[in-house]
């Protein structure tokens, strides 16, 4: 990901999460920070169409300040453009980097309602782990908290 996806990246966003969207400026600063930081603090991708340059989804992971675990901070693919393996090339990508750096621990949150993410991720190998009981807002609901040994 870019300052060039930005606006593209928040659109898909809107679009996907409704009110609980991040604003562009939220993808601006860590993008900002993650390119800034050494050793490496994070990192964000698009995918985009190879022949029309169309941005397809986003995916974004954040290391822990202890470096003992990565956290999947977002993903998303266009709605038009699921179950085409897009979402598992991210997963890929993310596991790739944890190795890379041998951060043994991926996790993530995810509303208890997404029944279809929760899938995708119990797919992906993730494990549910526990609840953040009351996390999210409007509606209210629980997070699930999902963990994979990678
Ligand atoms: C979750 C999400 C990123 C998955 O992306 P995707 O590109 O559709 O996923 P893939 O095509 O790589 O799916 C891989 C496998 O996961 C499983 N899977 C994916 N989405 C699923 C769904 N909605 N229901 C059940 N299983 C699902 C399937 O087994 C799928 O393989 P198959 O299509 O051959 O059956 C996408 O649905 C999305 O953007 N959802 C809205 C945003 C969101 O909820 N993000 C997570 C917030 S924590």
Redesign the pocket.
Known sequence: MTRRDLARVAAIELN??GRDAWPLHAFRDLLAAFSQARPVRGAMWVAEDPRTGELL?YAGVEVSALWGEMD?I????AAE??????????IERIVGLCRRRGVPLLW????AS????R??YR??GFRERGRFQRYYEDPAEPAVIMAMDV
């Open positions: 996907v999460f989804g999947v977002n993903i998303a693919v453009y699921r179950r085409r393996g897009i979402g598992r090339l991210f993530l949150r995810v509303r997404n029944r279809g993410a899938r995708f797919r992906m």
